[in-house]
């Protein structure tokens, strides 16, 4: 009995030498600042989840001041932008270089996620480093959905003027190449109550810009 007694015993030491208690304060400490923003480059959803529920910031920056919604609107990681909102990730934070996911979703063409970050507090008065709204890099590089949704949303100035001195309108006339989807963006923008005669800094406006650069199509819409 005495040597059964000391097996267990001796059973019972070496396990807890080899057992580490495991707490809730350790698993926090694990999810830092550095595992959040590595695993939404990575697209780790469950990862980032468990790391939000342990306390991380949702508006986590790196060193360029990109909360971790902006890494995922750069990034294109559409499932992981909507787990960020669920967790009241901000929209409108903006990095050292301006860009907030709002503003980017915008100029990238996502317009899932403009929409979604509409719906979710999205400011139209933060401008990017160009003093540019999300609609006018749209209008630029032809993002056509993205364009209709932000020129038919309520409240958005749709006639803001940028550093440059253009409109969206004026963008997509000047930068674009007059093709079909530059067309339609023209459509969409006067349908939509646009501003047609805004001139740029030179006093030149969006009809001349049109006939200069012989866009035969925009320039009848536009007349």
């Known amino acids: 009995m005495h040597i059964v007694a000391l097996l267990l015993v001796f059973s019972v030491t ?64 559409t499932e992981m932008a909507i787990l960020l909102v669920r967790y009241k ?27 979604l970050f509409i719906t979710n507090g999205a400011r139209f008065d933060i401008f990017n480093r160009y003093n540019g709204t999300a609609l006018i890099p749209a209008c630029e590089r032809g993002h056509i959905e993205t364009v209709r949704l932000l020129a038919n949303t309520k409240g958005f100035p749709i006639n803001h003027v940028n550093r440059l001195g253009w409109t969206g309108l004026m963008e997509a006339i000047v930068l674009g ?11 969409i923008l006067k349908d939509a109550g646009a501003k047609l005669d805004i001139p740029d800094h030179d006093g030149v406006k969006p009809l001349q810009h049109a006939k200069q650069k012989g866009f035969k199509e925009i320039v009848d819409i536009l007349q």
Request: proline share 2%.
């Open 89 to 115: 990730a901000d929209v409108n934070q903006q990095a050292d270089n301006l860009d907030s996911p709002f503003l980017y979703a915008g100029a990238s063409g996502q317009t899932e996620l403009v929409k």
């Open 14 to 77: 070496i396990g807890s030498c080899y057992s580490t208690p495991v707490n809730d304060n350790e698993n926090s400490a694990i999810m830092n600042s550095k595992d959040i923003l590595a695993m939404v480059r990575q697209n780790d959803l469950a990862g980032v989840e468990a790391a939000l529920k342990a306390g991380v910031s949702v508006n986590t920056t790196d060193n360029g001041k990109r909360n971790l919604l902006l890494i995922a609107v750069n990034n294109h990681l």
């Open 177 to 187: 190449d007059g093709s079909k989807k530059y067309q339609e963006i023209v459509q």
